[in-house]
């Protein structure tokens, strides 16, 4: 079966010195984030507990006062929430009508709370520290795809500059987790290891279940360079941990396979929804979220490369079928589609790169 690669760029690897780096540079951004908004002196406050949120009583009851933000909050109480029932089993998911819908995105908490062994206020760092590696792996992942794409030096800060990603470890969410699993998933993969690239996809996916769409991406470029049924059978793979844990958690939680009005149709919600963006804020990251998907498109056509494209449009058009739910707040669209950020920036990379280097057939 045809990789798609050259032999020479299964023989010239990215270096792990210069991963380690942007590793290393991850975290520090990462940590920057939290200082930004202090909370490495006040942990809680990355959960974002909103006063009107069900949930609050039973956080405040382990985590002590904790500070409070208007509204129900944001999703880091749902991570928290997570990671101190992990089998759904104690009744948490229960706490608000989108309980079992949030649940499905297991892995980031699981790892977070030791898998429900560790007490509260460890839960907090673990969700801190998590997110963190997430961004540092989705920079040091980058780093290595430079040298496999031919692309410019700086295409990790399609990570480390990527404003959704940031978000994502200031509100303690399993995005940033995600998608360093995911590149790390394709760059095993294009280095030929593709049993281990299926499990850092399928561990992805059980991040969050969005992100499967970077395994649906690979396995169609796989097929394409002549894959067949392996590549076939490679999706199920991917899709049997999550599968799984919907299955069990259909048992445990109602709402699981509800999209919770998430979906609609093209162009719908993105159009219904910039009217909403008031705010300066809200605005312009409302604005940067739909840039991305405008620029990751062009990305596609301009460098005309397959694995580029596989991986882009997926992602493009979950973008443009998402519902005003999805879009009306310029902070949450701006996380949800980091990833297309992070594609038009490895387009941007790869388009200025010197062709001699590419190794990744484009065409």
């Known amino acids: 079966m045809s990789s798609g690669l050259t032999s020479t760029s299964l023989s010239r690897t990215g270096s792990g010195r210069r991963a380690a780096v942007w590793f290393a540079i991850g975290l520090l951004i990462a940590v920057a984030a939290h200082l930004a908004q202090g909370s490495l002196r006040t942990p809680a406050l990355t959960l974002r507990v909103g006063v009107e949120s069900e949930t609050s009583e039973f956080i405040s009851s382990e985590l002590g006062p904790i500070p409070m933000t208007e509204g129900t909050g944001h999703d880091g109480r749902y991570s928290y929430l997570v990671a101190r029932d992990p089998l759904a089993l104690r009744g948490l998911a229960d706490l608000e009508g989108t ?46 795809l430079t040298d496999l794409l031919g ?27 995600a998608l360093g699993l995911s590149l790390w998933g394709v760059v095993l993969w294009l280095r030929g290891h593709a049993g281990w690239g299926l499990v850092a996809l399928a561990a992805a996916a059980l991040t969050k279940e969005h992100y499967l769409l970077f395994a649906v991406g690979m396995i169609g470029w796989d097929l394409r360079a002549g894959g067949g049924r392996t590549s076939l059978r490679r999706l199920v793979i991917v899709s049997l941990p999550v599968g799984v844990w919907m299955v069990w958690l259909a048992f445990r939680a109602g709402g699981v396979l509800s999209p919770q009005n ?16 008031t705010s300066g804020g809200d605005v312009a990251l409302g604005t940067l979220a739909f840039v991305s998907v405008v620029a990751a498109t062009m990305g596609v056509v301009v460098t005309r490369n397959r694995l580029l494209a596989w991986l882009t449009i997926p992602w493009v058009v979950l973008a443009l079928v998402s519902s005003t739910n999805v879009w009306q707040y310029g902070n949450n669209a701006v996380r949800v589609f980091a990833p ?8 941007l990379a790869l388009l200025v790169g010197r062709p001699r280097r590419k190794r990744v057939a484009a065409v």
């Open 99 to 144: 309980g079992g819908y949030r649940f499905r995105r297991v892995l980031y908490s699981w790892l977070a709370g030791g898998f429900g062994l560790l007490p509260p206020h460890a839960v907090l760092w673990g969700l801190i520290v998590w997110s963190a590696i997430g961004l540092a792996a989705s920079a040091a992942a980058l780093s290595v």
């Open 151 to 177: 692309a410019r030096w700086w295409m990790p800060l399609g990570a480390l500059a990527n404003i959704g990603l940031i978000l994502s470890v200031q509100l303690s969410t399993a995005d940033a987790l």
């Open 262 to 277: 998430n979906l609609a149709l093209p162009f719908a919600g993105l159009v219904g929804s910039a009217s909403n963006w």
């Open 340 to 347: 297309l950020w992070t594609l038009a920036w490895c387009a």
